[in-house]
């Protein structure tokens, strides 16, 4: 998704506004700019290029003042017109993220009064509605402040003006914008890591902020226009956790840090004896005891890991839940149960689905609401009363890979918590679970060794157009996210079936050229699982079996056998991932795809 960069120092901004555009690439974008103020001229650059284009492109452009874009399309085609910052008679630019609802209606009204058009875009009416007020006198935050109130829809925007080298104007409403402070610079950007080689002191803003940067300090003013302080945090982010190191892609990176992310998320309950309620905030327990069902909303990677969760919420909390697309749930008329827990997972704490079926949950009179999330101070942990921060560190590979498997960390700890509340959780069964939570990142590390193998194996994959996984139970969604992985990074076709829906439709798709992908742990459904195999297999299907020890299912002509080191029970859909994740991986790799940057996705989609 998009991306703003924004600096005002006493030194050239374009290499603050570059390294931060490159850093923000994981988000996904199709062209980049930026714009300086230079002998009051607006010096601007775009490029439908990666942000390496740009920095060819910019090698002497100089500026003490600018704002920079990495634009992912969503009004009019990815072209270097349509590309971040747009400007205004010369005199005004503007970077944005979001969506503009009315920007057809002002579009008709500004055209009227002479400004012309040269982009595709909903975000140019900001950059003429600016100027209409600029023109007529006072501040460049003024003239903001009066534009943004005509504003329907999303925004983060960074704005300056060709005669005002000293002040930057930026803003958030729906989308994500941070301001960094430095020593006589400060900076803005959608994201912390964009700044980390320049600062950590980071100021998160409200929704309706609208700020007035100079070199030496900031003010900023609350929706209502009052001026108001907000707290200068540290960001605890290192800048090592943004850099790729030895790795080839961050995917790769991140799936290997897994063990740490996962040691990490659960470090505060594998250093106790006992489960309590407070790790999801101060209210939780008052919370747990008054609710009766759960229902989980997610989009992607995340809305599987809520498909997992139902699984153990009501095999071992005995609690009902329902797990529902986050962008389906928002227009559905549904049965709102007040004592239902709304649980958000999201791994950027952004997603504009889930936020907005948030807060249709709310507008239904859900009270009770619990965000599992990988981003401090992002949306959703505001919006919620209950949270859990999952500790996966940065996640720059746009395919989410460590995110997933933290948040599922969270989510049996979730499922334990309520378990001991209703009383469905013996003393040793509670030291049990703690012991295997304690034991997963070496399970974690010891599946990441059949790297290799997966390797050998993803070449068999790439001249393939089609795939097939299944799994059963808790690992059918197991299942699905291997297919999304491959699908997303290799861009193989894959779907994911309960195996049990085989012979339902999907049978009829089994060829030779087909091969059939099985999750196979050691489980009460193993045996019925086998069966389906059987059947793939008398119809000429190449299988792929991730099969735990002791399964008795054998290497054969057309069946390949992955063995996994060890079962891990209620925790094994954590480690059935990791093979899925190294085999989209590696197929990726054969197929020479760009990996962290696949086509047409984005990391963090913040518009609908
Ligand atoms: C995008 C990403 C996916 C992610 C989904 C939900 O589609 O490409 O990887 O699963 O958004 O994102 P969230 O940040 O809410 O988990």
Same mark, same amino acid.
């Given at each position: 998704?998009?991306?703003? !960069? ?38 601007? $650059?775009?490029?439908?290029?990666? $942000? ?42 503007? !970077?944005? %993220? ?238 709102? %149960? ?171 798709? !089994? ?95 913040? $518009?609908?």
């Amino acid at each position: 998704m998009c991306g703003i !960069v924004g600096a005002i120092a006493q030194r050239n901004v374009v290499p603050i506004l570059l390294e931060g555009l490159q850093r923000l690439e994981y988000r996904g974008y199709d062209s980049a700019g930026l714009v300086v103020v230079h002998d009051e001229e607006l010096d601007r $650059v775009r490029s439908t290029g990666r $942000v390496a284009d740009l920095t060819k492109k910019t090698a002497s452009t100089q500026g003490l003042i600018g704002i920079a874009h990495t634009r992912w399309a969503t009004h009019g085609v990815p072209s270097e017109r349509n590309a971040h910052p747009h400007v205004s008679k010369n005199q005004i630019a503007v !970077v944005h %993220n979001g969506i503009i609802e009315n920007y057809e209606i002002l579009r008709t009204r500004l055209t009227s009064e002479g400004y012309e058009f040269a982009s595709d875009t909903d975000t140019e009416v900001i950059g003429h509605l600016i100027h209409s007020y600029y023109k007529n006198g006072g501040t460049l935050l003024a003239a903001t402040q009066a534009a943004l109130a005509e504003l329907v829809g999303a925004y983060a925007i960074g704005v300056i003006a060709n005669d005002n080298r000293d002040q930057l104007v930026c803003a958030r409403r729906g989308s994500p914008l941070l301001l960094g402070v430095g020593d006589g610079e400060h900076f803005i950007a959608s994201d912390v890591s964009a700044l980390l080689a320049q600062t950590r002191k980071v100021v998160y803003l409200e929704e309706g902020d609208v700020v007035e940067l100079g070199r030496h300090g900031y003010k900023i003013f609350d929706v209502n226009g009052r001026h108001v302080e907000r707290i200068v945090q540290l960001s605890e982010l290192s800048n090592d956790s943004v850099e790729l190191g030895l790795y080839q892609h961050y995917m790769q990176k991140e799936i290997h840090e897994q063990p740490q992310a996962l040691a990490d998320t659960l470090e505060s309950v594998c250093n106790s004896q006992s489960l309590v309620p407070g790790i999801f905030g101060a209210q939780a327990a008052n919370t747990f005891a008054d609710i009766d069902s759960i229902l989980i909303l997610a989009c992607g990677t995340s809305h599987h890991a809520g498909l997992v969760a139902r699984y153990w919420l009501e095999e071992i909390a005995g609690i009902r839940c329902n797990v529902e697309i986050a962008s389906e749930y928002r227009y559905r008329d549904s049965v709102a %149960n007040p004592k239902s827990l709304v649980v958000v997972i999201s791994q950027s704490g952004e997603t504009a689905d889930t936020q907005a079926a948030l807060n249709h949950a709310k507008s239904l009179g859900h009270t009770h609401t619990l965000a599992i999330c990988n981003v401090p101070e992002s949306a959703l942990i505001r919006l919620c009363k209950l949270r859990m921060l999952t500790r996966a560190g940065p996640e720059i590979g746009v395919a989410s890979t460590k995110a997933f498997t933290t948040q599922l960390a969270a989510l049996f700890l979730l499922t334990l918590v309520l378990a001991k509340q209703r009383g469905r959780l013996s003393l040793q069964d509670e030291q049990r679970h703690l012991h295997d939570l304690r034991h997963l990142p070496s399970a974690v590390q010891k599946v990441l060794e059949l790297e290799p193998h997966i390797a050998k194996l993803a070449e068999k994959f790439a001249s393939k157009h089609n795939a097939l996984f299944l799994g059963r139970g808790l690992h059918f969604p197991i299942a699905a996210e291997g297919a999304l992985k491959l699908k997303e990074v290799s861009y193989i076709h894959a779907e994911a079936y309960p195996a049990g829906e085989l012979k339902h439709g999907p049978l009829a798709l !089994v060829d030779k050229d087909m091969p059939v992908i099985s999750v196979a742990p050691n489980d009460a459904l193993l045996e019925k699982l086998k069966s389906n195999l059987q059947e793939v297999r008398a119809r000429g299907g190449e299988l792929y079996v991730f099969a735990d020890a002791n399964t008795h299912i054998k290497e054969a002509e057309g069946i390949h056998i992955m063995h996994m080191p060890e079962h891990a029970g209620y925790l094994s859909p954590i480690l059935h991932t990791i093979p899925l994740q190294l085999l989209a991986y590696y197929v990726a790799l054969q197929k020479g795809t760009d990996v962290d940057k696949p086509r047409n996705l984005a990391k963090s989609v913040t $518009v609908e």
